[in-house]
């Protein structure tokens, strides 16, 4: 009897969580554990990539416990992970040689500088990769970690170190250092990978002093990358996904062809626009990266990235103490009935797309004396909104030159997808419907999508475009005129932050 359950491994920024999908891609368990956030220095982000592993173990073992499930019974694993975030190994041990540095780290801005000022790098940077040069992506982060970690300058021209974002590492744990890999969609998050051609760019590798030999191979998102040792489950399962959280959700939201978008709302917002196979550089602060890939075929799709999406909830909670739970957010922002003209730019690690500044830091303005701590909560969600209003603006700039439909909806995926509140606001703001599926843990059920692609449990895309159902579609209602005060007021929120 053919197999009917995928696992998928979503490991995020905050928390490791382990999914099991029947193929029909209704959820039959789930299990998250967060874990530590490390905060060295300001601006810097560390995980700790050991306690990544062990929550991400544990909260599969449980997840396959909760639906009564053993090794044998799994068609095959899919990952999906947090994007960007960098780990350098020791190939003998499997023992890091530092900390994970995290996408949304800061440290790197000085070599950033250094590289934007060399004449028509950047320009280079972003025909080959498709990316802007930032401290966000993993190349820097390399570099970094080989300059100022003892030894890693040798180790790593030995061939003794091996790199890799968040699914490399976990591919490595899972088939006890077998299998060194990643896919297209992580491998085009590195500014180091021509994703026109699917092969690692040797000049940049040079310019920025990486060795090719710490370097993962890369294959498509879906495809046969191995087994895991049956140490960890009982039984090996084959491990058949893996793509970018964020190239996943897309995947997962069955967003296949050009001019179907997504936004994901979890510690960051990320808007995702599939455009197909052809290439396109951004003219409006955007980036182009690889989606998720079934084949050899470059698949592509303009993104925006905003830094702080959700995580400002988490300060409203941990930092400001305004609330007990993240989950009283909305009672607490529907008890006024709007932001008292306050405005909350969160750009506590700078400014993401279309902005693209790195030393940008939050700011809190329009305060009155009438001002309240519901006001600021209010203004804290409509940031995450106004934040990726302004991501697909620039979207359809980009659309309308490259000659490809404007976004006619916005799916909606990520924790902060449930709030009714953020959603209708967000439709408002877009002036097209923003539609909630019934499924919104698309990211995982991407990864799981693509694991079930190469195992023979689905046989096209148009199977799976036909698994995807609407919960809720949010259509808008504020007058345009409205609607176009209140992003002058962003825009002019944001122009003091930075000017500040």
Not at 180 to 206: C, G, I, P, Y
Not at 288 to 312: D, H, M
Not at 432 to 457: D, H, K, S
Request: charged share 20%; net charge neutral; glycine share 8%.
């Amino acid at each position: 009897m053919a197999k009917e359950h995928l696992l998928a491994l979503d490991q995020g920024t905050s928390s490791s969580r382990a999914i099991v999908f029947h193929a029909s891609g209704r959820i039959v368990a789930m299990a998250q554990r967060e874990f530590r956030q490390l905060y060295p220095q300001p601006g810097w982000v560390e995980h700790d990539a050991g306690e990544i592993w062990d929550t991400q173990l544990a909260m599969a073992r449980e997840a396959l416990a909760q639906a009564q499930l053993k090794a044998v019974d799994i068609a095959a694993i899919g990952i999906t992970n947090q994007r960007e975030t960098t780990l350098l190994w020791q190939r003998a041990s499997s023992t890091p040689i530092h900390h994970a540095i995290v996408w949304q780290d800061r440290r790197t801005e000085p070599l950033c500088a250094q590289l934007r000022a060399r004449e028509g790098f950047a320009d280079q940077v972003r025909r080959s990769t498709g990316l802007v040069i930032d401290p966000y992506f993993s190349a820097t982060k390399i570099r970094w970690l080989l300059d100022q970690v003892h030894g890693a300058h040798v180790d790593a021209a030995h061939g003794a170190l091996a790199f890799g974002t968040i699914d490399s590492w976990l591919l490595w744990k899972l088939t006890s250092g077998r299998v060194h890999a990643t896919d297209v969609s992580n491998a085009s998050r590195t500014m180091l990978f021509d994703v026109r051609h699917n092969q690692w760019d040797r000049e940049l590798l040079k310019v920025l002093q990486i060795p090719d030999s710490v370097l993962p191979k890369v294959y498509p998102s879906s495809h046969l990358y191995g087994e895991t040792d049956p140490q960890w489950f009982g039984a090996p399962i084959p491990i058949a996904g893996i793509a970018g959280d964020q190239q996943s959700a897309l995947f997962g939201q069955a967003c296949f062809k050009a001019g179907l978008a997504k936004n994901t709302y979890g510690t960051g917002c990320f808007m995702l626009m599939h455009s197909g196979e052809r290439f396109e550089v951004s003219t409006n602060g955007l980036v182009t990266t690889a989606a998720a890939q079934t084949s050899a075929t470059p698949q592509f799709a303009l993104e925006g990235s905003v830094f702080i999406g959700g995580a400002v909830v988490q300060w409203l909670r941990d930092g400001l103490k305004a609330i007990a739970g993240s989950g009283e957010v909305q009672r607490l922002a529907e008890s006024v009935p709007d932001s008292g003209g306050v405005m909350f730019v969160p750009a506590f690690t700078g400014l993401g797309a279309p902005y693209w500044n790195a030393d940008a830091r939050g700011a809190i303005v329009g305060l009155t004396r009438g001002s309240t701590v519901a006001h600021i909560a209010r203004a804290a969600l409509e940031s995450i909104a106004f934040q990726s209003a302004a991501l697909l603006q620039a979207m359809a700039r980009d659309a309308k030159a490259a000659g490809v439909a404007a976004v006619s909806e916005l799916r909606v995926d990520g924790g902060a997808s449930v709030n009714d509140l953020l959603m209708q606001f967000q439709a408002d703001l877009l002036g097209i419907p923003v539609v909630r599926p019934q499924v919104v843990e698309t990211t995982a059920l991407g990864a799981a999508y693509l694991a079930g692609l190469a195992t023979g449990v689905y046989k096209s895309l148009d199977e799976l475009a036909a698994q995807w159902r609407a919960e809720r579609r949010f259509l808008p209602t504020m007058p345009r005129d409205r609607v176009a005060e209140l992003m002058q007021r962003w825009e002019r929120a944001v122009r003091q932050t930075v000017a500040a």
